[in-house]
């Protein structure tokens, strides 16, 4: 199989005046096309910075990330922007929506972060529709449940067609049948369109609808699972 994205001997340091704060410390780590991951981890393992460095948010402080085939290791800040645009489509535990514009905007917003247009709509609504939300496109975010909110924001990361998801605690503020809800649908759209899924997530249960669980604490892999 081809790998998705390939981390080798990445560390990641933060300078903090006299402090040298590192929080990876040697992270290497191969995610194959097509594969649907979890990362899990105490409170400060750093996972939190493992998922902006895949999502190129953040440059590590020395070793290589390999992304669809490029070295992204060493980028500037607007080649990252153009990679995160194209390769990437993000899911927060927050949703992230925009409440003044209604679900298919926000849907299209990702579009515009992958430098394509959607103004006649039919990308955006044709995603709503594969999350079950063709009928509420016109609906702001305050007029939907937290589940429904999810759901527009799982439209916008695929909308682009990126090859890699990452979401970030997907279900964290949802009860737990919008919770699974959410994860029905991104199970079935990995299985049905081949994406590249990377969650991070404290929950077993969310953890073992991936294949692999990878453990990670004070900043190095602890161990790995298949599930």
Do not use: W
């Not at 006649?120 to 007029?143: C, M, Q, T, W, Y």
């Not at 081949?194 to 073992?208: E, Q, R």
Request: charged share 25%; with cysteine.
């Amino acid at each position: 199989m081809t790998n998705m994205l390939k981390l080798e001997d990445i560390k990641k340091a933060y300078n903090l005046g006299r402090v040298n704060l590192e929080i990876l410390k040697g992270i290497s780590l191969e995610i194959d096309q097509g594969e649907m991951v979890a990362i899990m981890g105490p409170s400060g393992s750093g996972k939190t910075t493992l998922l902006n460095l895949l999502g190129c948010l953040d440059l590590p402080t020395s070793g290589k990330y390999i992304l669809d085939g490029k070295d992204v290791s060493n980028l500037k800040r607007g080649e990252l922007a153009d990679v995160r645009g194209k390769k990437i489509g993000f899911i927060f535990q927050t949703f992230n929506l925009l409440p003044q514009l209604s679900a298919i905007a926000n849907v299209e917003l990702g579009l515009r972060y992958g430098g394509m247009t959607g103004a006649d709509g039919h990308l955006a609504i044709e995603a709503l529709e594969r999350v079950g939300l063709a009928d509420r496109a016109k609906h702001r975010p305050s007029e939907m449940s937290g589940g429904e909110q999810q759901r527009v924001a799982v439209a916008r990361a695929l909308v682009k067609k990126p090859p890699l998801i990452l979401a970030d605690e997907p279900t964290g503020n949802l009860d737990s049948h919008n919770g699974a809800e959410v994860m029905s649908i991104l199970t079935n759209l990995h299985k049905e369109q081949g994406i590249t899924m990377v969650m991070i997530t404290h929950d077993n249960k969310i953890a073992h609808y991936c294949q692999r669980i990878i453990h990670i604490e004070d900043g190095l892999i602890k161990s790995e699972e298949r599930v």
